[in-house]
């Protein structure tokens, strides 16, 4: 794999200290991705050509990330035939509740797949991703499985002081 099968985007670069965590669990998986802020309030024509081109540049799965008027999921969604996960940014005023309700509360026919407010939505939305590529990709399945294999024997070995 070395053109992108993942396209991170998100509404600010304010969101790129959770998202981080989204990226660094791709890298685990060995999976590539690209990554850009990208706004459905500031930059709406940015959106609509980022994700209408999506399909096309090879992509297969796009994770996006907001976080008070959270629409960015749903507008690229709208825009792409391609797998959205959402990830709820958890906002300063009311902690996330206002970002995962404008994200998760879609018409019906337009999916997201919203996962958790903040650094644990981040990271299952690369799992999720990684899940999704491992359908059709041996080394990525291997990547997931080992992924969780490791994280079975860490949970289970863990020493409480
Ligand atoms: C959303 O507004 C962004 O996704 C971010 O979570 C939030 C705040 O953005 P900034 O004001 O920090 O740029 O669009």
Redesign the pocket.
């Known amino acids: 794999m070395t053109k992108p099968a993942v396209g991170i985007i998100?509404?600010?670069?304010?969101?790129w200290a959770t998202m981080q965590h989204c990226a660094e669990t791709l890298d685990q998986l060995g999976v590539v991705y690209e990554k850009r802020v990208i706004?459905?309030?500031?930059t709406p024509h940015l959106a609509f050509e980022w994700c209408t081109s999506a399909e096309a540049r090879g992509l297969k799965v796009i994770i996006a990330?907001?976080?008070?008027?959270?629409h960015?999921a749903g507008v690229a969604a709208a825009l792409t035939p391609l797998p959205v996960l959402g990830v709820p940014?958890e906002?300063a005023s009311l902690k996330g509740m206002d970002?995962l309700l404008s994200m998760v509360q879609m018409p019906g026919g337009i999916p997201v797949a919203t996962l958790a407010i903040g650094k644990p939505g981040a990271i299952n939305a690369a799992l999720f991703a990684g899940a999704i590529l491992a359908l059709s990709d041996a080394k990525t399945k291997k990547a997931v499985d080992d992924y969780r294999t490791a994280q079975t024997k860490k949970v289970a070995e863990t020493q409480l002081p």
């Open positions: 998100m509404g600010s670069a304010s969101d706004s459905a309030h500031r990330a907001a976080g008070g008027a959270a960015l940014m906002s970002s």
